[in-house]
Antibody
Framework: QVQVVQSGAEVKKPGASVKVSCKAS????????IHWVRQAPGQGLEWMGW????????NYAQKFQGRVTMTRDTSISTVYMELRRLKNDDTAVYYC??????????WGQGTLVTVSS | SYELTQPPSVSVSPGQTARITCSGD??????AYWYQQKSGQAPVLVIY???KRPSGIPERFSGSSSGTMATLTISGAQVEDEADYYC?????????FGGGTKLTVL
């Protein structure tokens, strides 16, 4: 079945970087954009950006530009989201999701990133 | 940056109709989508392209859009519909979510 599976929870110190992976299966990896969305504890959904797995092209939300990089490895149908210079308020669940005909489906299970000294 | 505005909360009794609004300047030109998120779970699409319902979503969920406002309507809300609901749309630079609306059914 179509699914995207994310890497496990991470604990990082302020100023560090985190890299979360998202492995796709059950469909043509290169044919659909992958987006990243995060959700801080008790807060709403926040769109971070997308990557085109075919070309590697990216589009980041202005808030994250300069601090986020999305990459892909087509040989293993996996995309990555790296966030640098972490702050306490980057603590959140990070989701990847395939864009299908304008909406997100499926979503990954989410990866909790905790930033704490 | 572009924003979508939702009420923070809506409360109805079981069997009543719940309406959740989403306002945004680009909605006359862009589709609205609605996601339902229950505690501890990933969001689930309940309405796409303003008013279309994905397979598997109950008929009591419907959507509409007029001018700068999109509306999610749950006709005869059930206790199991209690969740956070997010509208979502596109803008020239990417994608945007509304702030979310907590629907209470009790």
């Amino acid at each position: 079945q179509v699914q995207v599976v994310q890497s496990g929870a991470e604990v990082k110190k302020p100023g560090a970087s985190v890299k979360v992976s998202c492995k796709a299966s059950g469909y043509s990896f290169a044919s659909y954009y992958i987006h990243w969305v995060r959700q801080a504890p008790g807060q709403g959904l926040e769109w971070m950006g997308w990557i085109n797995p075919n070309s590697g092209g990216t589009n980041y939300a202005q808030k994250f530009q300069g601090r986020v990089t999305m990459t892909r490895d087509t040989s293993i149908s996996t995309v990555y989201m790296e966030l640098r210079r972490l702050k306490n308020d980057d603590t959140a669940v990070y989701y990847c999701a395939r864009e299908f005909s304008g909406w997100f489906d499926p979503w990954g299970q989410g990866t909790l990133v905790t930033v704490s000294s | 940056s572009y924003e979508l505005t939702q009420p923070p909360s809506v409360s109805v009794s079981p069997g009543q109709t719940a309406r959740i609004t989403c306002s945004g300047d680009a909605l006359p030109k862009k589709y609205a989508y609605w996601y339902q998120q229950k505690s501890g779970q990933a969001p689930v699409l309940v309405i796409y392209e303003d008013s279309k319902r994905p397979s598997g979503i109950p008929e009591r969920f419907s959507g509409s859009s007029s001018g700068t406002m999109a509306t999610l309507t749950i006709s005869g809300a059930q206790v199991e519909d209690e969740a956070d609901y997010y509208c979502y749309s596109t803008d020239s630079s990417g994608r945007v979510f509304g702030g979310g609306t907590k629907l209470t059914v009790l």
